[in-house]
């Protein structure tokens, strides 16, 4: 059930009156953020970015919180009063989600900011205001001129600490995983660690998050209610009947040189260990994505996706909806499809009851569902990875490994610690 003090607050206030229209190209969208708790889904400088909310519902444990989260947006919509002179992917009314990895958890956020800006990359441009009806749209008015802009400040003094399980106890919960698989039906389990940052003062989200644009432009850099990161698997991406979705499992360090980079990219094409824990997430969308799609195509093998500080091996799919039934929206697919094998296991049911026995802690929004969603069903959402959630002064971070039988507790965590990297460095400078 929906939690109803937040959403019917926004909607008593007056229904939303929804303006898109198009302004000239501001090339980076991050910098025109005002406020330092901004909306984001951003990917090689094209997307949106907005600030402010006009509505909001945040969702209990449940495993109807996809379905809840639309039915709240669809009543948001049924009393908007919406004109788009752009009418794109990402104009009219737009809402942001972040959503729990376990059912169990509290905490799943929809919202609709006051001010999106979006951009395609090919000089088309727009900016949506939310308002309430009555209020002036000031904004669309004046722009690119925003009252009240605060300045960016970085964070200082950041100060590091062990999450629920520091390193030695990890291993030794990948030990454990790997022993189940071994002795029983499980065939991968994907086991993740926190770690803990706090700064002098308030993180302003806007600083990791041009960071993370900057240094990480083929990743869809992503913000929304606090959580902020980079990752570099979309989950699904729906324009009109035409899906697509990016599957990223198994992983190795980039080299030192170009021919180190080479040897390193080969031997994990080769790598019987990262193969199989990539076949395993690939099967996972197969076997959910078929079912809703009148033509499917996946990519035979994998290929290797590399960026800055890793390269994964990718497979990419790419579908046409059916048309027996109503067309599921990006936020309904997102929830048809998680959790993917790629962060939670083989079979899900087995690997979900011992991610809960051994990580010792609430991944909260980590490995859920990021993106967001048009009134047109159009959207894109990926997996919240390569990410922290910021609360103030304290910044909580993730990372996670996929773990079969011939994982080696060492050097999983060896690689948990270079996925931390990208979000350390965003933090610290």
Known sequence: ??????????????????????????????????????????????????????????????????TDAEKWLASVLDGAEVDDRVRVRGTGLVAFGSFTFDASSDGSVLLVPRAVLGRDGRGRAWLTTVTRQGEPDLLSRTWPAVPDREPARAPAGVRWHDGSLPGPQWQCAVAEAVAAI???????VVLA???I?????????RI????????YPGCFTFACDGMVGATPELLIRRSGRNVSALVLAGTAPRGRDPAEDEVLGRGLL????????????VASMRETLEPLCAALDIEAQPALLRLPNLQHLGTRLRGTLGGGEPVKSALGLAAAVHPTAAVCGTPTAAALELIRELEHMDRERYAGAVGWVDAEGNGEWGIALRCAQLSGRTARLFAGCGIVAASDPAAELAEAQVKFRPMRGALEG
């Open 1 to 66: 059930m929906v939690s109803r003090g937040k959403a019917e607050h926004a909607q008593d206030a007056g229904r939303l009156v929804v303006r898109t229209v198009p302004v000239p190209d501001p090339g980076d969208l991050l910098a025109e953020l005002p406020q330092p708790d901004p909306v984001a889904w951003i990917h090689h400088g094209a997307g949106l970015a907005g600030w402010g909310e006009a509505a909001r519902v945040t969702l209990p444990a449940g495993e109807d919180r996809f």
């Open 182 to 188: 071994r002795a029983g039906t499980l065939r991968k």
């Open 193 to 195: 660690q926190d770690l």
């Open 197 to 205: 940052a706090t700064a002098a003062e308030p993180v302003d989200a």
């Open 208 to 215: 990791p998050l041009r960071r993370l644009a900057g240094r």
């Open 270 to 281: 080769a790598s019987a260990k990262d193969t199989e824990e990539h076949a395993y997430a």
